[in-house]
């Protein structure tokens, strides 16, 4: 039995338990505050991804692939961390079957700007 979402604290495992996949969705929102929110993420075979309103971190918890943002593609694996701005193509390919990772959204839609 998974415990409730505490709301300062989740583990992965907690986060996993909500995981929707074996209905369709390979997320799930496990924590909010303001314009944060963290989601899990654990695609199976393919990436549908399409761009999204507020800036985002991917920290890959598990798994390896290849990270496609605007053309550009870089190899990923368990611990790294992965900026993408508001509003960018982007998606995880050529990724190993335990690919899970935590979703970082946060700002103003449209994303931050730069000084």
């Known amino acids: 039995m998974s415990k409730a ?10 986060a996993l338990d909500k995981l929707p996949a074996r209905r369709g969705k390979p997320y799930a929102d496990v924590m909010r505050h303001g314009t944060m929110h963290v989601e899990i993420f654990a ?6 991804q399409t761009p999204h309103a507020q800036d985002e971190l991917y920290f ?6 290849e990270f ?30 335990d690919l899970t990772v935590w979703v970082v959204f946060y700002g103003p839609r449209g994303g931050e700007q730069t000084a």
């Open 43 to 48: 695609p199976q075979g393919i990436d549908t």
């Open 5 to 14: 979402i505490d709301a300062f604290h989740q583990t992965v495992a907690e």
């Open 60 to 65: 890959v918890i598990s798994g390896t692939g």
């Open 68 to 97: 496609v943002r605007s053309g550009q593609r870089r190899p990923f694996g368990p611990g790294d961390a992965i900026f993408v701005p508001a509003g960018e193509e982007h998606r995880f390919e050529n990724f190993s079957d």
